[in-house]
C-alpha cells in the first residue's frame, strides 16, 4: 500500500508536459502540410495523436486513481485548458486530411471542456503570472480555427459565425492575458512565457482559416466585414513576428539551456508562428511570406527535436535508482 501511495503522489507532483508535447506536435504537423511535406507531416500527426491519447489517459488517471478531484479543474489554473487546445489543434489537423467525422468529433469535445473550464480559469486570474495566462485565448483561437477549416470543408455557415464569434472572443482575452502577465517572465520563464506569441500566432492562423472560409464555403458576411478580417489578420501576424523577436532576444540575453516540461510551450508558439506565416500567405494573398513561413518551420523542427531529447533524458533519470540517476555507482555486494 505504501508503494502505491508513493506512486500516486509522484505521479500528481509529475511535471502535466504532455500537453504541450501534443500541441507542439499537433501544430508542427499543420506547418508541414500548409509547407507541402505531407510525409513528415503525417508523421508528426501520428505521434501527436500517441501523445493525445496519452494526455486522455493522464486526465483519466488524475481523475480515477489520485485521490481528490484533478487539480487544474479544481483550482482554475489555465493550465486546465490546455487540454481544449490540444484537442483543437490536433482537430485542425485531422480535418486537413479529410477526416471530418473525426473533426467534428474533437471540435465538441475542445467545445465541451472549454465551456466547462474557462469561467474558472477566468475567475482566478491574478497578477503578474507566467505565459500560461494567454491559454484562454490559445484554446479559444483554437477552436476558432478548427471551426473555420470544418465550415470550408462542409459548408456549414452557423460553425463559420461561431468560429468568427470566438475569434473576436479569442482577442479580448489575449488583451485580458497581457494585463494579467508578469513581463518579467520574459527574462526569467522557463518556457511558457513564449505562449505570449503563440497567442497572437494561433489568432492569425484563426483568422486567416476565416478568410479561406468565406472564399471556399457558403455566404458568411459582406466584403466589408471579409476586409477587417483580412487586415486583422496580417495586423495579428506582424505583432507575432514582432513578439517573436523580443522573446528571442530575451533567450539570447538570459540563456537558458536546461530542459523544463514548459520548453513544449516555445516548440508550440514557434510553429504556430510558422503555420500561421504559411496559411497567411495561401489564405489573405501574401505569396512572399511562404519562405520566410518555411524557415520558422525548420526552426520549429530543430527546436522540438532539441526538446525531445531532452524529455527523454529527463525520463531516463526518472526510470534510474537514486544513487545512478545522480551518477553515483553503486557498490557491489561483499
Given at each position: 500500500m505504501s508503494g502505491t501511495s508513493a506512486l500516486r503522489t509522484r505521479w500528481v507532483r509529475r511535471p502535466p508536459a504532455t500537453g504541450g508535447a501534443v500541441l507542439a506536435t499537433g501544430v508542427l504537423s499543420v506547418g508541414l502540410h500548409l509547407a507541402g511535406y505531407e510525409v513528415l507531416s503525417r508523421i508528426a500527426l501520428a505521434l501527436a495523436c500517441a501523445a493525445w491519447l496519452g494526455l486522455v489517459a493522464d486526465v483519466a488517471v488524475r481523475l480515477l486513481w489520485v485521490p481528490g478531484p484533478w487539480e487544474p479543474a479544481r483550482a482554475g489554473?489555465?493550465?486546465g485548458l490546455t487540454p481544449v487546445a490540444a484537442s483543437a489543434v490536433l482537430g485542425?489537423?485531422?480535418s486537413l486530411l479529410g477526416l471530418h467525422r473525426l473533426a467534428e468529433a474533437l471540435l465538441a469535445l475542445a467545445l465541451a471542456l472549454w465551456v466547462g473550464l474557462v469561467y474558472p480559469v477566468l475567475?482566478?486570474?491574478e497578477r503578474r503570472r507566467?505565459?500560461?495566462v494567454f491559454?484562454?485565448?490559445v484554446a479559444t483561437q483554437g477552436i476558432s480555427a478548427l471551426g473555420a477549416v470544418l465550415a470550408a470543408a462542409t459548408d456549414v455557415a452557423w460553425l463559420a459565425h461561431l468560429a468568427l464569434v470566438l475569434f473576436w472572443l479569442g482577442l479580448v482575452l489575449y488583451l485580458v492575458g497581457l494585463w494579467r502577465f508578469d513581463p518579467r517572465q520574459v527574462l526569467t520563464g522557463a518556457g511558457d512565457h513564449w505562449i505570449a506569441g503563440g497567442g497572437l500566432a494561433v489568432s492569425a492562423l484563426a483568422g486567416s482559416r476565416l478568410v479561406a472560409a468565406a472564399h471556399r464555403g457558403p455566404y458568411l458576411w459582406n466584403d466589408d466585414d471579409n476586409g477587417v478580417l483580412r487586415a486583422a489578420?496580417?495586423?495579428l501576424l506582424v505583432l507575432t513576428l514582432a513578439w517573436s523577436c523580443v522573446l528571442l532576444v530575451a533567450e539570447a540575453l538570459r540563456p537558458r539551456l536546461g530542459y523544463d516540461a514548459l520548453r513544449w510551450a516555445t516548440v508550440f508558439a514557434l510553429g504556430m508562428t510558422a503555420a500561421a506565416t504559411l496559411s497567411v500567405a495561401s489564405s489573405p494573398g501574401v505569396p512572399w511570406l511562404r519562405g520566410p513561413g518555411r524557415v520558422l518551420l525548420w526552426i520549429a523542427v530543430a527546436v522540438w527535436c532539441v526538446v525531445l531529447a531532452?524529455?527523454?533524458r529527463a525520463v531516463a533519470r526518472g526510470l534510474r535508482p537514486p544513487g545512478e540517476a545522480e551518477g553515483v555507482r553503486p557498490r557491489a555486494p561483499r
Amino acid at each position: 500500500m505504501s508503494g502505491t501511495s508513493a506512486l500516486r503522489t509522484r505521479w500528481v507532483r509529475r511535471p502535466p508536459a504532455t500537453g504541450g508535447a501534443v500541441l507542439a506536435t499537433g501544430v508542427l504537423s499543420v506547418g508541414l502540410h500548409l509547407a507541402g511535406y505531407e510525409v513528415l507531416s503525417r508523421i508528426a500527426l501520428a505521434l501527436a495523436c500517441a501523445a493525445w491519447l496519452g494526455l486522455v489517459a493522464d486526465v483519466a488517471v488524475r481523475l480515477l486513481w489520485v485521490p481528490g478531484p484533478w487539480e487544474p479543474a479544481r483550482a482554475g489554473s489555465p493550465t486546465g485548458l490546455t487540454p481544449v487546445a490540444a484537442s483543437a489543434v490536433l482537430g485542425v489537423r485531422v480535418s486537413l486530411l479529410g477526416l471530418h467525422r473525426l473533426a467534428e468529433a474533437l471540435l465538441a469535445l475542445a467545445l465541451a471542456l472549454w465551456v466547462g473550464l474557462v469561467y474558472p480559469v477566468l475567475r482566478r486570474w491574478e497578477r503578474r503570472r507566467p505565459g500560461a495566462v494567454f491559454l484562454g485565448c490559445v484554446a479559444t483561437q483554437g477552436i476558432s480555427a478548427l471551426g473555420a477549416v470544418l465550415a470550408a470543408a462542409t459548408d456549414v455557415a452557423w460553425l463559420a459565425h461561431l468560429a468568427l464569434v470566438l475569434f473576436w472572443l479569442g482577442l479580448v482575452l489575449y488583451l485580458v492575458g497581457l494585463w494579467r502577465f508578469d513581463p518579467r517572465q520574459v527574462l526569467t520563464g522557463a518556457g511558457d512565457h513564449w505562449i505570449a506569441g503563440g497567442g497572437l500566432a494561433v489568432s492569425a492562423l484563426a483568422g486567416s482559416r476565416l478568410v479561406a472560409a468565406a472564399h471556399r464555403g457558403p455566404y458568411l458576411w459582406n466584403d466589408d466585414d471579409n476586409g477587417v478580417l483580412r487586415a486583422a489578420t496580417v495586423a495579428l501576424l506582424v505583432l507575432t513576428l514582432a513578439w517573436s523577436c523580443v522573446l528571442l532576444v530575451a533567450e539570447a540575453l538570459r540563456p537558458r539551456l536546461g530542459y523544463d516540461a514548459l520548453r513544449w510551450a516555445t516548440v508550440f508558439a514557434l510553429g504556430m508562428t510558422a503555420a500561421a506565416t504559411l496559411s497567411v500567405a495561401s489564405s489573405p494573398g501574401v505569396p512572399w511570406l511562404r519562405g520566410p513561413g518555411r524557415v520558422l518551420l525548420w526552426i520549429a523542427v530543430a527546436v522540438w527535436c532539441v526538446v525531445l531529447a531532452g524529455a527523454a533524458r529527463a525520463v531516463a533519470r526518472g526510470l534510474r535508482p537514486p544513487g545512478e540517476a545522480e551518477g553515483v555507482r553503486p557498490r557491489a555486494p561483499r
